[in-house]
């Protein structure tokens, strides 16, 4: 049996793809590597032929148009085989050591018949820069080393939040969900983590360093300049997570659950507002009021539980400079803390 699968969307990753893989290889013939080459102009074919030829029991090789993130996301997910799923980028990696433990612990699950919705692990930011690194773990929000439902967790501050890089999900919840993730779309990792979650009851966390998410590169998606060009696209992911569940859908959970779907809209909402209020152009602005004006359309309950949220409140009383020069402030104020970005 296949306990994960790891997909690798891979464009032009001939720099940093062998490193991914082949951290992932130490799982060994329980996990699942499925490449996913998403339309690459340079080796990056060639490399993921070579490890599916070389290791064909546990590597898989797809080749597709260039579709984005997303498509790869959902073409790993369509193709998958593992008990469980995760996505690792193609130019980060895992830690050994902390794999070899998730898999112990997935392996004495299954022989206990005991599955997991969603694990938990904790990710790292590695900054290669400067060679510092941060690590983003929840010892303070979810009960460590046992099964635990969400009424037994404790609510995040607004600077923590879950990230795609630690979740591992069950490969039957997300198709059951219905996952699709959109195409030619920066920071569907915020879908990803948010639109599946309210399905979740069983979780278990691991307080494992896993997840090596690379900071460093100066077209990463994360820096102040792609992320103020690419308003619209997210703007676009915010409308999708507003349409992922109603607020009555939101209400029939339990208490906890409730309280971190709204703390992961709040969280993305208050990056759209950063998104787009560091230009003070007319389209920036259209777009940004047609997508609270859709919800509002939509889900008038949802819109005036967002509204109410302490964070969206303030910043909707600042003005359009106002609103940019605070979430300005707040992202650097999280840059150096964890030194995200460049």
Request: net charge positive; proline share 2%; hydrophobic share 35%.
């Amino acid at each position: 049996m296949k306990l994960i699968t790891f997909a690798v969307p891979s464009y032009n990753s001939e720099a940093y793809l062998e490193k991914c893989v082949d951290s992932l290889l130490t799982g060994g013939e329980e996990v699942e590597i499925i490449i996913v080459n998403d339309g690459s102009k340079d080796r990056t074919r060639e490399i993921a032929d070579a490890y599916a030829a070389k290791y064909p029991d546990i590597v898989r090789a797809v080749h597709k148009e260039n579709g984005g993130h997303g498509s790869g996301v959902n073409k790993g997910l369509e193709l998958a085989q593992g008990l469980y799923y995760k996505v690792v980028d193609s130019d980060d990696w895992v830690d050994e050591s902390a794999l070899a433990t998730l898999l112990d612990t997935i392996r004495q699950h299954v022989r206990e018949e005991k599955y997991a919705d969603l694990y938990i692990t904790n990710f790292v930011y590695e900054h290669v820069e400067d060679n510092t690194r941060h690590v983003s773990r929840y010892t303070k929000f979810f009960p460590v080393g046992k099964f635990f439902g969400w009424k037994d967790s404790k609510p995040m501050k607004l600077w923590n939040y879950l990230l795609m890089h630690s979740l591992v999900y069950r490969t039957e919840l997300l198709r059951k969900a219905g996952l699709v993730l959109p195409e030619h779309t920066f920071y569907v990792d915020n879908i990803y983590t948010y639109q599946p979650i309210i399905y979740t009851e069983k979780l278990y966390y691991l307080d494992i360093d896993l997840y090596r998410y690379f900071i460093g590169r100066s077209d990463q998606s994360v820096t102040v300049e792609n992320m103020t060009k690419r308003y619209s696209q997210q703007i676009r992911v915010m409308r999708i997570m507003l349409g992922a569940h109603t607020y009555d859908e939101i209400q029939s959970k339990c208490k906890r659950l409730r309280q971190q779907c709204y703390h992961q809209l709040c969280n993305i909402m208050v990056t759209t507002y950063f998104f787009t209020t560091q230009g003070n152009d007319k389209a920036r602005k259209e777009e940004f009021y047609a997508m609270w004006k859709e919800l509002k359309q939509r889900d008038i309950k949802l819109y005036k539980k967002m509204r109410r949220m302490s964070m969206i409140r303030f910043l909707n009383m600042l003005s359009w400079k106002g609103k940019g020069r605070m979430t300005l402030f707040s992202y650097k104020f999280l840059t150096k803390r964890v030194k995200l970005g460049a």
